[in-house]
């Protein structure tokens, strides 16, 4: 037995240099292990771009580590004795290694660090679990900061977050005298502007190897394993997110919440695979931002929106997350039970919008927020679907997709199926606004203008249904009293045709 001090373990959601785990340890001595592991590719169905990804990623991590004089473990997917879980992997590593520790940065997702947990008892050995410093507000200190109020509100937390980083601040006050401007960023975008792609990189060796595997061990995984073109390397990631300042940025506020046909990415950044695994570094990237505004390269409300998405959502619903885990992915405030349609993997359906949507999830790993959001997440709360099956789906389709980020994203704001606690009113719309804020509508089958009967678009019946038969449980909610109001002064008729066409819709599901 080589007996090394300490055995630090570092997950594939990890891949940061300052990690923790790795900055408390020493070459010298340590030993650092990597697994690609069968259960964690396969607790969900992950994308096989996903898997792909994050695969390619950790082995060129590894070689980074190695490189800069770390010994390091790597066991791939399809090695001898590979036992397909980090139990396994970790109880291999001690007996061949005779750590005196195992020390590991927290985990991401509650059902791994229930997992670690288990680990000292179970091996005899010390295990150290560090906080995860790359987030901003520890799970302690949102927990303090949630503690005793009656509203949890991410604009209160944000506020938190900007005093605290000193981002976009100007002495104790908001840059440009307002917090938010998210009031400006509500245009629908226009076919004919520039609209930038985010940087391809071709694959190297390293990842057309992970791609046969993929190919060979997860064929019946959702969506396409061609063309592969993420970074899998922080150099690669920095320049995707530098092209994305330099050429998306300026237009990000205005069209953040546009959708256009054949244009999946807009002025989106497309960099949260890169930050959730850890290649990019999230102050950084603000602070970078911030640079560009202070430059007067991009407006204040380009800089600010983005900000915002990450020091205030991002760490916002981990927060949640942590706070409510274990037990907030069954949560089902309007007692939806409707199984997820089977377009969601196929993207056979005559719906324009979510045809869209769910094409380039297929495609990509990749669907812009307000796609996720307003388009299969609005439809599958008006249908009625199973939230739990909802958050399995997005929990598969996103290359961008850990559950400490998708599961409040998806159970609270998506679903609204925590009854509130994460989003202020549930994020329900008719076809009108897809139609306001994308160029779908006109090229679809059915009619966004009519309410009722076979043509016309199905989320206006099922809009007016969800908000007649929740009249009770969000009829209180200032925001939702004036639709509650709109739908009693239809006529009894017109109120029965609605019932009819949202029926016979979900019928023919
Ligand atoms: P941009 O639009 O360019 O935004 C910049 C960055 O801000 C993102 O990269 C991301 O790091 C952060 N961000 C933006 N919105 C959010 C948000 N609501 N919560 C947390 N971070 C945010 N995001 C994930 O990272 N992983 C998920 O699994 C995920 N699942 C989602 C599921 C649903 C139902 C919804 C409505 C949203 C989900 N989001 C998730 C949030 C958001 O949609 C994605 O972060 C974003 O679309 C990623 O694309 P982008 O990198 O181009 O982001
Ligand atoms: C998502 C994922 C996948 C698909 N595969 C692996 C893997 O083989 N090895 C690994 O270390 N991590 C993987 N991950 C990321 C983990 O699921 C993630 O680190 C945990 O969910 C903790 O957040
Ligand atoms: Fe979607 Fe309705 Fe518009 Fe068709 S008409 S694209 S279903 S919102």
């Known amino acids: 037995m080589t007996g090394v001090r300490n055995l630090i373990l570092v997950l594939g959601d990890q891949l940061t240099r300052g990690l923790s785990s790795i900055a408390a340890g020493d070459p010298a001595r340590d030993r650092v292990l990597m697994a690609e592991v069968h259960d ?44 397909g879980s980090f139990t396994g992997e970790v109880e291999r590593a001690v007996a061949a290694r005779g750590p005196e520790r195992i020390v590991v940065t927290e985990a991401g997702e509650w059902r791994v660090a229930a997992m670690i947990k288990g680990w000292e008892e179970r091996f005899c050995v010390p295990v150290d679990i560090l906080p995860d410093d790359r987030f901003l507000s520890s799970i302690e200190a949102f927990a303090a900061w949630a503690d005793g109020r009656k509203q949890l509100r991410m604009e209160y937390f944000y506020r938190e977050m900007r005093k605290k980083t000193g981002l976009l601040m100007d002495g104790s006050e908001p840059a440009g005298g307002k917090w938010n401007f998210d009031h400006d960023n509500r245009k629908p975008a226009k076919t004919d502007l520039f609209m930038p792609r985010p940087n391809e990189i071709a694959p190297d060796e390293t990842t057309q190897g992970v791609l046969a595997l993929v190919a060979d061990r997860f064929d019946n995984h959702f969506g396409d394993l061609a063309p592969f073109t993420f970074a899998v390397t922080r150099g690669d990631a920095e320049d995707a997110f530098a092209a994305f300042v330099d050429k998306a940025l300026p237009r990000f506020g205005d069209y953040q919440d546009a959708m256009l046909a054949g244009e999946p990415f807009l002025y989106h950044s497309v960099i949260a695979l ?22 007067g390269d ?97 929990l598969c389709v996103y290359a961008d997709a850990y559950e400490w980020v998708e599961m409040p994203n998806t159970i609270g704001m998506s679903q609204f199926a925590d009854g509130g606690l994460l989003a202020s009113k549930p994020y329900a719309a008719s076809g009108a606004y897809i139609n306001r804020m994308s160029d779908y509508c006109g090229n679809c089958r059915y009619d966004v203008k009519q309410r009722t009967g076979p043509e016309a678009c199905p989320f206006n019946a099922l809009y007016w249904g969800f908000v007649s038969r929740n009249r009770n449980r969000i009829g209180n909610n200032p925001r939702m009293k004036q639709m509650v109001r709109t739908y009693d002064r239809f006529d009894g008729d017109e109120q029965e045709r609605i019932t009819q066409s949202a029926a016979a819709f979900l019928d023919s599901l």
Not at 274 to 295: H, M, Q
């Open 298 to 394: 991009v407006p204040l409300n380009a800089a600010e929106g983005f900000i915002r998405q990450i020091i205030g959502w991002r760490e916002y619903v981990r927060g949640i997350y942590w706070l409510k885990m274990p037990g907030y992915e069954a949560s089902n405030f309007f007692g939806h039970k409707r199984p997820l349609p089977d377009f969601y993997w196929t993207a056979e359906t005559d719906m324009m919008c979510l045809r869209e949507a769910i094409t380039q999830t297929k495609e990509l790993a990749y669907a812009h927020h307000i796609q996720r959001l307003m388009v299969t997440g609005n439809f599958a709360m008006l249908a009625g679907v199973d939230p739990a099956e909802v958050h399995e789906w997005y």
């Open 274 to 295: 890169y930050i959730n695994a850890g290649l990019l570094d999230p102050l950084k990237v603000c602070a970078a931002v911030e640079d560009a505004w202070r430059a």
């Open 40 to 83: 964690e590719a396969t607790y969900v169905r992950h994308h096989k771009k996903k898997i792909a990804f994050l695969f390619s990623a950790m082995r060129h991590f590894a070689a980074e580590l190695r490189e800069a004089g770390w010994q390091v473990d790597y066991v791939t997917l399809d090695a001898d004795g590979n036992t």
